[in-house]
């Protein structure tokens, strides 16, 4: 039985309004033993009106209280979900050595998808629905992967990648134009990479939240990445309020015995602990 749930939000988050005490709460009321809280920090993510970082100093005086609050019944761990951008790898790299976080999610929720008048690179979000507009959905999956792919080469501050594949959540036809196939090419150069890094790979279970046939990523980049041989696998809900809270958990650990995974992983001071799928 999964009992961690590696990736959540609270009101730290831009698009999260959930007090941490009550995703604490709902995680003891479903029996995890573990949850990390790993709060959106997207520098520059100017999207959705405002810039998507936080006060890390009040961040971790309000988590290390719950830390307290919640001994014996729930380990709480710190971390962060930094939102990828190739020109941010020292800014990064300065902020995750500042701080101790026991874990750092690198996702790529931002996409060069097009230049001003005067040449400079605009970013978007899949979910603004502006890297489809002028593109299939087939165009925006493979920029968004060639996007992960040149993030993950770039930058060493994480420890695993978050819900590769998210994009198809935001196409027209969402999975009906996504495979492992289609982009076998640039999936198995980031999925090396990962491992010759000893980076993990999230199985993210909002894919079915939001009503995708699969978890992020899809079982075929899972069956891939193990034959590759990779093994840290962390397990997240991305849960924004607590009733999302390790969604669909059990379908999620099914999945990974199906594709010849033995552990899932924690980390805990950015060390991953393997903890056996019964």
Excluded at 73 to 85: A, C, P, Q, S, Y
Excluded at 103 to 124: A, C, M, Q, R, W
Excluded at 234 to 245: F, L, M, N, Q, V
Aim: aromatic share 12%; net charge negative.
């Amino acid at each position: 039985m999964i009992q961690a749930d590696m990736h959540m939000h609270t009101w730290f988050s831009t698009d999260s309004e959930a007090c941490p005490c009550d995703m604490a709460d709902e995680a003891v009321r479903k029996g995890l033993k573990t949850i990390c809280f790993t709060d959106h920090f997207d520098k520059d993510d100017l999207e959705w009106g405002e810039e998507g970082i936080f006060d890390m100093d009040a961040y971790f005086v309000e988590m290390q209280k719950l830390q307290e609050e919640y001994a014996g019944k729930l380990n709480i761990r710190i971390g962060i979900e930094l939102g990828l951008r190739t020109y941010l790898k020292d800014y990064y790299e300065e902020l995750t050595k500042k701080y101790p976080f026991d874990f750092v999610i690198g996702s790529v929720h931002n996409v060069p998808y097009k230049k001003d008048v005067e040449g400079n690179i605009l970013y978007t979000d899949p979910a603004a629905e502006k890297l489809f507009k002028d593109r299939t959905d087939k165009e925006a999956y493979r920029l968004m992967m060639e996007t992960t792919l040149e993030n993950v080469r770039t930058s060493e501050c994480f420890q695993t990648l978050g819900h590769l594949d998210y994009v198809v959540r935001y196409g027209k036809s969402r999975e009906k134009e996504y495979s492992y196939t289609d982009y076998a090419d640039i999936i198995d150069e980031i999925l090396k990479l990962l491992i010759e890094k000893e980076k993990g790979l999230e199985v993210n279970s909002a894919g079915l939240k939001y009503g995708l046939p699969f978890a992020h990523p899809h079982p075929d980049v899972l069956k891939r990445y193990r034959e590759l041989g990779g093994e840290i696998i962390t397990i997240g809900a991305d849960a924004h309020k607590p009733e999302h809270i390790a969604y669909d958990f059990g379908k999620v650990e099914e999945l990974l015995k199906a594709c010849g995974f033995k552990y899932y992983t924690e980390f805990s001071k950015q060390k991953p602990v393997f903890k056996q799928l019964i």
